[in-house]
């Protein structure tokens, strides 16, 4: 874990007057929101980070029992460093809600960290291993507003309210980073402009006719993008600023996880493009949504989480304790194969659009290359000397 590893060890003695607050602080105080404080906060509105630490160190083996998809090794290692480390320990921690609502089927998460006297960091969790909050994501990209949404734009704003003084920074991970992005552009002009940054950690964008409104103008200025190279999440609905691209310790989907984005001094390091699979999928998903109709989206989104409640799923750690994949598709087509004909045929057909729109994305993009390597072949031999390269062509054939 880089953000242990090269930064916090190094750099976590310095104060943020010795130290101004950077990215990596932001990204590594981010992460908190996914441990499990509910309990803690019942008793207490506010705790220094060192005082929540050891109260919930108690704990820690009923956290990791009771949620291991949240409460993981390398997430309290992180908790842990921070919180014993001069630049972090009296930072107060205060405000965390919690709502899961399965009759709304919304998944909310937020706490603020007040970081200085004026300065708060307002931090909106991601899609945590409820199925509903991952429902509630997949619905994002044909709803114009998911419950949790508002839920973070009331949330900044009664922050805000009562405590009228100073500036914010609205964080968060995947979905977390798109509720802090949403709760910015919808909240009121006079909240809006005591908001610092906005920061979206390889999070979706928003509906392409909020980029349209005034509102998304005012902050647009603000907000910070950062993506892997490899990032399918963070390219999702639709962005019209430039992401600050990563490298990362993992491949694929894993490295949608902040915790293995690669350090070096006190910055991430930076990549010049997002990856192959990453434009592809960005592009297969993007066509997928225009082509199948909005309430063909939600007839799939909602027939294919019946068929996990059939499988008594409602975590994904229930998911995980699946012997094996090959166990988990046995149980999900037999569950399917007792659906109505009606319901697999539009099943099939909608699942069928995703492939084709992938193999036409992979098609565009692989056309797309080959032209630019021959416009780029072509500019070469036209820029080089020939007569030298057949002269060293000569030479070696002798």
């Known amino acids: 874990m880089d953000i242990i590893n090269h930064y916090l060890k190094d750099w976590g003695t310095d104060t943020f007057w010795q130290r101004p607050l ?8 981010n992460e908190l929101v996914y441990l499990p404080f509910n309990l803690y906060f019942q008793q207490k509105d506010r705790w220094t980070l060192i005082d929540l630490c050891h109260a919930f160190n108690l704990n820690e083996s009923v956290h990791i029992v009771d949620n291991p998809f949240l409460t993981t090794p390398d997430r309290l290692k992180l908790f842990y460093t921070l ?9 107060i921690c205060q405000n965390f809600t919690e709502v899961i609502d399965p009759d709304r089927e919304m998944q909310f998460c937020a706490m603020t960290f007040q970081l200085k006297e004026d300065l708060s960091l307002i931090s909106y969790r991601g899609t945590d291993d409820t199925l509903i909050g991952w429902k509630e994501d997949l619905k994002m990209a044909y709803q114009e507003t998911v419950p949790a949404q508002l839920a973070a734009r009331d949330y900044f704003e009664n922050f805000a309210q009562s405590h009228s003084h100073g500036k914010y920074i609205l964080v968060g991970h995947s979905k977390g980073g798109n509720l802090a992005l949403f709760a910015a552009v919808f ?13 979206c950690l390889d999070s979706p964008g928003l509906q392409a006719i909020i980029l349209k ?48 984005w690669r350090v070096q001094d006190q910055a991430f390091i930076p990549c010049p493009k997002n990856s192959r699979l990453s434009q592809i999928m960005d592009q297969a998903l993007k066509i997928w949504v225009d082509q199948v109709p909005n309430e063909d989206l939600d007839f799939f989104v909602e027939h294919l989480f019946q068929l996990l409640d059939q499988m008594k799923y ?5 998911l995980e304790k699946e012997k094996s994949i090959r166990d988990f598709l046995h ?21 069928g659009q995703l492939l084709k729109a992938w193999h036409q994305s992979s098609h565009q993009w692989n056309l797309a290359a ?5 416009s780029n072949l072509a500019w070469d031999l036209s820029k080089s000397n020939l007569e030298e390269f057949f002269a060293q062509f000569n030479f070696l054939q002798k």
Not at 83 to 91: E, L, Q, V, Y
Not at 187 to 199: A, E, F
Request: glycine content about 4%; charged content about 30%.
């Open 22 to 29: 950077n990215d990596l602080d932001i990204v590594a105080l």
């Open 83 to 91: 919180a014993n480390s001069p630049r972090f320990s009296n930072i």
């Open 187 to 199: 909240s009121k002009q006079y909240y809006q402009d005591r908001i610092q940054s906005i920061y």
């Open 213 to 260: 409104s005034q509102a998304y103008k005012r902050v647009r200025r603000k907000i910070k993008r950062i993506v892997p190279e490899d990032s399918l999440v963070g390219y999702m609905l639709f962005h019209d600023c430039h992401p600050t691209i990563i490298k990362s310790h993992q491949r694929g989907f894993s490295q949608h996880d902040c915790k293995l």
């Open 314 to 318: 409602t975590t994904l750690n229930d």
């Open 331 to 351: 149980k999900l087509r037999g569950v399917f194969g007792k659906s109505d004909p009606e319901t697999r045929r539009k099943l099939e057909g909608i699942t």
């Open 370 to 374: 080959y032209q630019t390597w021959k």
